[in-house]
């Protein structure tokens, strides 16, 4: 049985590196603090589309981990 001093972990640790602003983060800030909205918008699009592409090929169990990454870095150039 998991303890609640464990769960609070947990909860804290998952709660933290939420906030926790990342790569893609920085890249629409970087794109938008230049002045290029619509291109901040163009690569908030290909970071979720991707995310999106990711999941679904994940949920359908046609990408596992040592498969899309071959794959993935070579078309994140995209956005």
């Not at 303890?3 to 970087?30: E, H, I, K, Y």
């Not at 990711?54 to 993935?72: E, I, K, Q, Y």
Request: proline share 4%; net charge positive; with cysteine.
């Amino acid at each position: 049985m998991i303890t609640v001093d464990a769960l609070w972990t947990f909860s804290l640790m998952v709660g933290l590196l939420t906030l926790t602003p990342g790569l893609d983060t920085a890249l629409v800030l970087r794109t938008a603090a230049l002045g290029r909205r619509r291109r901040a918008w163009g690569v908030v699009l290909g970071i979720q589309s991707g995310t999106l592409a990711w999941g679904v090929l994940t949920s359908l169990r046609a990408c596992s981990w040592p498969a899309c990454t071959s794959f993935w870095p070579s078309s994140g150039a995209v956005h």
